[in-house]
């Protein structure tokens, strides 16, 4: 019984505390994000899990994205809507470099890095973000006898600097000027 009512305090205090945390100006870290533009076309050479997760975002934002591959402006239906800003994609790219070794050879410690290079501009070619590199690097050491796991903690190595190029990205985009209307 005691455990029951422990439980249910547990619960009660927990609901509570989660019902004040709005009221008292808490906020997710970049929840609430909003851009000068409400449609963008992205224009990309691959695609990649950033701009995967970059459109998911845009869109729960209220942002309609555009295909580079959809209609040219000039060429689209009256009822298509046409890009407020255009998003060029310039580097993605992911690299895994060896940066030390043992006195036998052996690979010791490896340095991953992530790059982006954007750009964003209106229709008529006005730059609102010039050409823009976002990096990210980690270390990662390296053994032979632990590869399976070495490999796992790579690839979960890579995602947190997905994640973090992705908040960084939307950070910039929702700070970028408003595109003036023709």
Not at 77 to 97: F, G, H
């Amino acid at each position: 019984m005691a455990t029951r009512r422990t439980w249910l305090r547990g619960l009660l205090v927990g609901g509570l505390a989660a019902a004040a945390l709005p009221g008292c100006g808490f906020r997710l870290r970049g929840a609430d994000l909003r851009f000068a533009f409400a449609t963008l076309r992205l224009q990309a050479p691959a695609d990649s899990d950033v701009l995967q997760g970059l459109r998911a975002q845009l869109r729960a934002a209220g942002v309609t994205v555009l295909e580079a591959g959809g209609p040219p402006p000039a060429a689209a239906p009256s009822s298509a809507p046409a890009a407020d800003v255009i998003l060029q994609v310039l580097q993605d790219q992911r690299e895994r470099v060896v940066v030390g070794t043992t006195a036998a050879g052996q690979v010791r410690e490896l340095a991953l890095r992530r790059r982006l290079r954007f750009a964003l501009r209106t229709p008529s070619g006005r730059e609102l973000i010039p050409a823009t590199e976002l990096f990210q690097e980690r270390e990662l050491s390296f053994s032979e006898t632990v590869v399976l796991g070495k490999e796992a903690e790579e690839a979960l190595l890579f995602d947190d600097m997905r994640a973090a190029l992705l908040r960084q990205w939307l950070m910039l985009l929702s700070r970028a000027p408003a595109p003036q209307k023709p």
